[in-house]
């Protein structure tokens, strides 16, 4: 699986932001879907996961209520719609599909393939 993450920007705080991911092949709507960012001198985090059929999400804390998961399979495509920006979730933004459950993790999740990523900037 291919991924290529975009729609990263310049955002003031408050503000929104849609980003997308889309993934070759046909095997896409059998993987799990992530999105984890990366911000300046710090480790990458989980953000969010979406089980194959868009029937279970995960968020992480700080994320959660403002941003929002989703998946359309036939567009080999996930988003992730994030609302309520704050300067502190500037980072690059990553996509991740994985295909084995792992209760121990937070995303729960083992993700296989990687995409590049896409800069989220959000300025106070």
């Known amino acids: 699986v291919q991924l290529q993450a975009s729609g990263g920007g310049l955002v003031q705080a408050g503000g929104s932001l849609r980003l997308s991911c889309a993934g070759s092949g046909r095997t896409f709507s059998t993987y799990a879907m992530g999105w984890f960012r990366q911000a300046p001198g710090k480790e990458r985090e989980f953000v969010a996961t979406i089980n194959w059929i868009g029937g279970s999400t995960r968020y992480a804390d700080s994320v959660k209520g403002r941003f929002t998961i989703s998946r359309d399979n036939a567009k080999n495509t996930v988003y992730l719609q994030m609302n309520s920006l704050k300067p502190e979730d500037t980072a690059v933004y990553y996509c991740?599909?994985?295909?084995?459950?792992?209760?121990?993790?937070?995303?729960?999740?083992?993700?296989?393939?990687w995409g590049e990523g896409t800069l989220v900037t959000v300025s106070s």
């Open positions: 991740a599909a994985g295909s084995r459950y792992d209760s121990s993790r937070p995303e729960s999740y083992v993700m296989d393939y």
